[in-house]
């Protein structure tokens, strides 16, 4: 899809009718709400009320809640911190019952630590990639060579082929270059893959009553199937759909999919 068909959505702001949605972007270095889920904001949010924050160590929230002076370390630490974030934003906006939409190892593993801390706040749940739930990087992405040409391949691996996302890809770089150079976004990026032993204990997957659909690339070059299947092995209502030609970003390779998908599940 060419990047002049993608429309940029509003970060943290209402979008549709219908059941509220929030949608919870990934982790990849530069982020935020606005650039994830510009491919199918749209497409979204003519069924569901659509909310995207930016989450917490990403985009406008980078320098909050502990995310630039060392106060959180390591994924099950930020995945809670995100996951008060979030019931905060539905305290603040009266929103009693909602769906989630969770990315990859930031939103995905947000929307696991939401459904095990307030499970009667969320109606149904679509993860994807995993959700955060496989092994931790051997390698932080971009950080160690913070070039532009880093951040192009690094985007580039999320793609099952990036020919057909080539400008989207250039573009969406430079972007996201100049995020994660902000002061302090590197320091909150490294921290939140820090394997701490004196961290919150990970998320009991099988307490979760929350029904949740995991989605897949077929081809995802980020984490291989086989980690969404162990999840929804062990979820008591969980199942997996893997997106046939997809790579780790299902939303950008298969969107029409991907929507779909999401809009039979929610409101089955």
């Not at 994830?36 to 909050?64: E, M």
């Amino acid at each position: 899809m060419p990047a002049t068909s993608k429309k940029a959505a509003p970060s943290d702001a209402d979008a549709g009718r219908g059941t509220a949605l929030i949608l919870l972007h990934g982790g990849g270095p530069g982020v935020d709400a606005r650039s994830n889920w510009t491919s199918v904001h749209s497409k979204l949010s003519a069924a569901f009320h659509c909310i995207a924050p930016d989450l917490l160590g990403f985009g406008t929230r980078i320098s909050t809640g502990g995310a630039a002076d060392g106060r959180l370390q390591g994924p099950h630490a930020w995945a809670r911190a995100r996951a008060r974030q979030i019931l905060s934003l539905l305290d603040h906006r009266g929103l009693e019952r909602v769906h989630l939409l969770g990315n990859s190892a930031a939103g995905g593993a947000a929307a696991l630590a939401l459904m095990a801390e307030a499970p009667y706040r969320i109606d149904r749940a679509v993860l994807m990639g995993g959700a955060g739930t496989g092994p931790l990087p051997r390698v932080i992405p971009f950080y160690d060579e913070p070039t532009r040409e880093s951040m192009r391949a690094t985007l580039s691996r999320l793609v099952a082929d990036e020919g057909p996302h080539s400008d989207y890809l250039d573009e969406l770089s430079s972007l996201r270059l100049e995020q994660a150079l902000r002061p302090g976004a590197e320091a909150a990026f490294r921290s939140m893959f820090t394997d701490s032993v004196d961290g919150p204990s990970p998320v009991d997957l099988t307490a979760i009553r929350t029904p949740v659909l995991a989605l897949h690339g077929e081809y995802d070059r980020v984490a291989p199937v086989a980690v969404s299947e162990r999840l929804v092995e062990t979820l008591p209502f969980g199942r997996l759909e893997v997106v046939p030609g997809a790579g780790h970003w299902i939303h950008v390779d298969r969107p029409d999919e991907f929507c779909t998908l999401v809009g039979e599940f929610l409101n089955a």
